[in-house]
T-cell receptor, first 110, second 117 residues
Framework: QQPVQSPQAVILREGEDAVINCSSS?????VHWYRQKHGEAPVFLMI?????EQKGHEKISASFNEKKQQSSLYLTASQLSYSGTYFC???????????FGKGTKLTVNP | GAGVSQTPSNKVTEKGKYVELRCDPI?????LYWYRQSLGQGPEFLIY????????DSGLPNDRFFAVRPEGSVSTLKIQRTERGDSAVYLC???????????????FGEGSRLTVL
């Protein structure tokens, strides 16, 4: 049931773009994206809901393909502050449980 | 304002001992969650409280793990007879309503790092 994230790691230079993917084998109600810096709390980035609604805090875009049960997070013109591990969490209905992927480690170098 | 607060930030214990980990959610948040994060892994769901009651405890690994939230605010995760495999970062999160997972945002604390020797 755990979603699969790809790539596992990516290294960028400041200003470059990246795409992080998340796929599930089961139908999804919503997909959540969080970023976690080393030793810190995961921080909410965005939620994508079935039906097309999106809610987020930052200038980060994402897509949600309900039929393919996939989501992608698009990081454009990356900044040093984007470095961290990105997790997708999927909500499949039922209880209030998010199932997280193993994460994608993003490193942005000057 | 204050975020989710977890204490202790670090706990080292010996195999077989009992530990308690505390979570103080954001004031007014009715939903509270415990997750466990092992090295190199994403957070793994343990238990969810709506108010004082555990609405879903399906993620607790076995009966050595127990959590309470007696007044609908602070929560304590209790682990009996700790084992080396319990070593992990235990994360607490809160949400303003019980729809935090379905439609909204979880606010995570920085976690309690548990090391069982």
């Amino acid at each position: 049931q755990q979603p699969v994230q790809s790539p596992q790691a990516v290294i960028l230079r400041e200003g470059e773009d990246a795409v992080i993917n998340c796929s599930s084998s089961k139908a999804l109600y919503s997909v959540h994206w969080y970023r976690q810096k080393h030793g810190e709390a995961p921080v909410f980035l965005m939620i994508l809901l079935k039906g097309g609604e999106q809610k987020g805090h930052e200038k980060i875009s994402a897509s949600f393909n309900e039929k393919k049960q996939q989501s992608s997070l698009y990081l454009t013109a990356s900044q040093l502050s984007y470095s961290g591990t990105y997790f997708c969490g999927i909500y499949q209905g039922g209880s209030e449980k998010l199932v997280f992927g193993k994460g994608t480690k993003l490193t942005v170098n000057p | 304002g204050a975020g989710v607060s977890q204490t202790p930030s670090n706990k080292v214990t010996e195999k077989g001992k009992y530990v308690e980990l505390r979570c103080d959610p954001i004031s007014g948040h009715t939903a509270l969650y415990w997750y466990r994060q092992s090295l190199g892994q994403g957070p793994e769901f343990l238990i969810y409280f709506q108010g004082t009651g555990a609405a879903d405890d399906s993620g607790l690994p076995n009966d050595r793990f127990f959590a309470v939230r007696p007044e609908g605010s602070v929560s304590t995760l209790k682990i009996q007879r700790t084992e080396r495999g319990d070593s992990a970062v235990y994360l607490c999160a809160s949400s303003p309503t019980g729809q935090g997972t379905k439609t909204g945002e979880l606010f995570f604390g920085e976690g309690s790092r548990l090391t069982v020797l």
